[in-house]
């Protein structure tokens, strides 16, 4: 039914870091309003790039070794990981499709949606 996977700080290297796709890890936790605010963004996100990103969620409150050893000083924050290293970091909430953009701009999409969504600047116009 979930389509993001709860990763641990005892999970987070073998989830994350030696994942074989990008992975956008959400820090989160429960009394977190904005966090539960894009919580349904991300659910669908992992159900349209599954294959191309894994959506992972982390508790701050049951792991606080990871977002301590990336920094994390608010949340909702986001950072994807490719190859295991932190590629990009979002911080607060955003709209789904800010979302997208952000992970089309880190060079992850879905079929078709790298050109619609950078359609718009592939023939940007001179600013004479």
């Given amino acids: 039914m979930s389509n993001t996977v709860a990763v641990t700080d005892e999970s987070f290297e073998a989830d994350v870091l030696k994942s074989g796709q990008p992975v956008l890890v959400d820090f989160w936790a429960e009394w977190c309003g904005p966090c539960k605010q894009i919580a349904p963004a991300l659910e669908q996100i992992g159900a349209e790039l599954a294959g191309k990103v894994t959506v992972a969620k982390l508790n701050i409150e049951d792991s606080p070794m990871t977002p301590g050893r990336y920094g994390v000083r608010g949340i909702p924050t986001m950072m994807l990981f490719k190859d295991g290293q932190m590629a990009s970091m979002k911080v607060g909430a955003m709209p789904k ?19 619609s969504l950078l359609g718009h600047n592939s023939n940007p116009r001179p600013l004479s």
């Fill in 97 to 115: 499709q800010k979302i997208l953009d952000w992970l089309a701009e880190a060079g992850v999409s879905g079929s078709g949606d790298a050109g």
